[in-house]
T-cell receptor, first 116, second 119 residues
Framework: AQKVTQAQTEISVVEKEDVTLDCVYE???????LFWYKQPPSGELVFLIR??????QNEISGRYSWNFQKSTSSFNFTITASQVVDSAVYFC?????????????FGKGTKLSVIP | ETGVTQTPRHLVMGMTNKKSLKCEQH?????MYWYKQSAKKPLELMFV???????ENNSVPSRFSPECPNSSHLFLHLHTLQPEDSALYLC??????????????????FGPGTRLTVT
């Protein structure tokens, strides 16, 4: 069975601090994809990144960076120099061919509050 | 318009009403999805359509009835709902993950959702 765990339910940081959101996944499939989405108060999920299981390179996009470690089944997300606009719920998700090709298994989300 | 749009954004309905949610995508995708998001629960996949055919139905009660007339439009018809059906209903679209070369999982693009309240 597939599972995504986001152990941090809520995090509060002061603006300009760095923050890391944790994501741990479980799957027996060797081919899988991991995703991060952002859900601001408006409700729409915004796609941030997709990573497949064969690409363990870390990625940086502006203030965002992702650390993929297969050895610990983790795909953590770091925001550098956080801003108020980063306040949202962030979801990590997993997709595997074995689970049904269309299925995205989401974690419960981490609510990030950035305080000015 | 661009992206994925949903109407209405808010809906209040009684348990005996019949209503429909509409989703439209302008991304040229051929797979569309309905999700339910309840408070304090992970997003739940309800239905998936690929090339206008339903490919997944995750044990959703029959009071929810999807319809996909073409690859750009998706509907969710609602009837005799229960108060526990109150939630945010999200539509999404993506490229189809089943390709001649094998399976690839593409990112899904979501609409803003319909906030449904059943009284």
């Amino acid at each position: 069975a597939q599972k995504v765990t986001q152990a941090q339910t809520e995090i509060s940081v002061v603006e300009k601090e760095d923050v890391t959101l944790d994501c741990v996944y479980e799957t027996r499939d060797t081919t899988y994809y991991l995703f991060w989405y952002k859900q601001p108060p408006s409700g729409e999920l915004v796609f941030l990144i997709r990573r497949n299981s064969f690409d363990e390179q870390n990625e940086i996009s502006g203030r965002y960076s992702w650390n993929f470690q297969k050895s610990t089944s983790s795909f953590n997300f770091t925001i550098t120099a956080s801003q108020v606009v980063d306040s949202a719920v962030y979801f990590c998700a997993l997709s595997t061919s074995g689970a049904g090709s269309y299925q995205l298994t989401f974690g419960k989300g981490t609510k990030l509050s950035v305080i000015p | 318009e661009t992206g994925v749009t949903q109407t209405p954004r808010h809906l209040v309905m009684g348990m005996t009403n019949k209503k429909s949610l509409k989703c439209e995508q302008h991304l040229g995708h051929n797979a569309m999805y309905w999700y339910k998001q309840s408070a304090k629960k992970p997003l739940e996949l309800m239905f998936v359509y690929s090339l206008e055919e339903r490919v997944e139905n995750n044990s959703v009660p029959s009071r929810f009835s999807p319809e996909c007339p073409n690859s750009s439009h998706l509907f969710l018809h609602l009837h005799t709902l229960q108060p526990e059906d109150s939630a945010l209903y999200l539509c999404a679209s993506s490229q189809d993950p089943i390709a001649p070369g094998g399976w690839v999982s593409y990112e899904q693009y979501f609409g803003p959702g319909t906030r449904l309240t059943v009284t």
